[in-house]
């Protein structure tokens, strides 16, 4: 069978595994038998408690506080030989204690339906499906919110001189909170693309297209439709006691009227060392452009179209728009079960004419007439223990104080975030 996902770093074997079991099930039917007509069914639960002082710099904000949310989802694998293959996965996702959204709450729908042929060296995958490229950093599954992103469309994947491509054409699940069975695809929101991988042994490369159209996208320049290209190149791997993981993307395209020029470079940088707890040290380093001058007939704030969401920390506060930011990491292992992490995240506008922005891409505080640049300092640590090998534990917390900008241009408001995570598989 064909391997539909890509592996974003070569990471330790702790951190494999805790990825391995916070998320759904992946891939291409792997865990199913091969055998002609093999059943798996396998199921997730995750419950999770937040409370955050201040959502968006205001403590007044309607979901400020304490809520609960609990996703279970039910999968079940099928294997006909090796050409055939398919999964459908019920999601019932719940929250309390915060405004309804359709990232945080699904009654009961499909989160997963689809069919996999594997045909002459290739495999075409068909239907509802959830789609990871590379590090996530466009697009990725969103496992931090409630409800996974998810897709209605083709995928296709083949190997070709020593290069594994991905092929997709692909539209946005727009998912209903309330009701059951009713999400339906969002023929405004177009993904398609070109994901090419290589292995070189002690270092990977990644070469991409991908085009995104959404309708009545709004931005600092206004709403409009719009249609953004992206091109990308990603290096990542590992050597001795140093790793890396370097992106850069360009964009181009049209918003209205409006041509779209935008770019990002951005680099997780680090070393692993032997010895009491395994520690890792990793600079996270990322810069983003933003709009240099309004109505002047160009759009440059870069767009990160689906992300995985929480780029700096769980509280997924600030997104990588209109941004350079210094952010790095303390990373031990006391046992093979138990991983803790702290990290200080520096954070700036890089244009004063733009606005700052949340995960999504949405521009949750415009320029104000602020000529500062200084936007957050946010101090994060996460533990997260690994009790059984279908069962993890995990705790994140998150102390976030607005600086200049923010403090210059509105509500300015410390937010105290803790997240408790129960996490099992079955």
Known sequence: MRRFNTIPTKASAFAAAVASLAMLPAGSAAQASADAGA?????????????????????????????????????????????????????????????????????????????????????????????????????????????????????????????????????????????????????????????????????????YYLYARFDERFTIEGLANQERHSIGARVFGERGRAFWNWEAIYQFGRHGTDDIRAWTLATNTGLRFDGAWSPELMLSANVASGDSA?????????????????????????GPANFFNVNPYLTVTPTDRMQVSVDLNLYWRLETSDGIYGPPGNLIRPPGGSDERFVNTALSATIEWKVHRHFLLGLALTHSRPEAFVEETGTADISNFAQFTIDARF
Request: aromatic share 10%; net charge negative; charged share 25%.
């Open 39 to 207: 059943w798996q069914f396998s199921g997730h639960l995750r419950e999770r408690f937040t409370y955050a002082s201040a959502l968006d710099f205001d403590e007044n904000a309607p979901d400020a506080g304490s809520n609960w949310a609990q996703r279970l989802a039910l999968t079940a694998d099928y294997a006909s030989g090796k050409a055939l293959s398919g999964r459908v996965t019920l999601l019932s996702a719940l929250q309390q204690g915060m405004q309804t959204s359709p990232i945080e709450q699904n009654n009961l729908d499909l989160q997963e339906a689809w069919l996999q042929l594997d045909v002459g060296g290739a495999g075409f995958r068909f239907g509802r499906q959830e789609v990871v490229l590379g590090s996530q950093r466009l697009v990725g599954s969103r496992d931090g919110t409630n409800v996974r992103r998810t897709w209605d469309g083709v995928r296709t994947v083949f190997d070709v001189a020593e290069w594994h491509v991905d092929l997709v054409g692909l539209q946005l699940v727009d998912v209903e909170p309330t009701g059951a069975f009713n999400d339906t695809s969002d023929k405004d929101r177009l993904l398609a693309g070109l994901y090419g991988t290589r292995d070189f042994g002690w270092s990977g490369l990644d070469l």
């Open 294 to 318: 309004r109505d002047d007939g160009r759009l440059e704030t870069f767009d990160a179209l689906y992300p995985r969401g929480n780029y700096f920390s769980e509280l997924a506060q600030l």
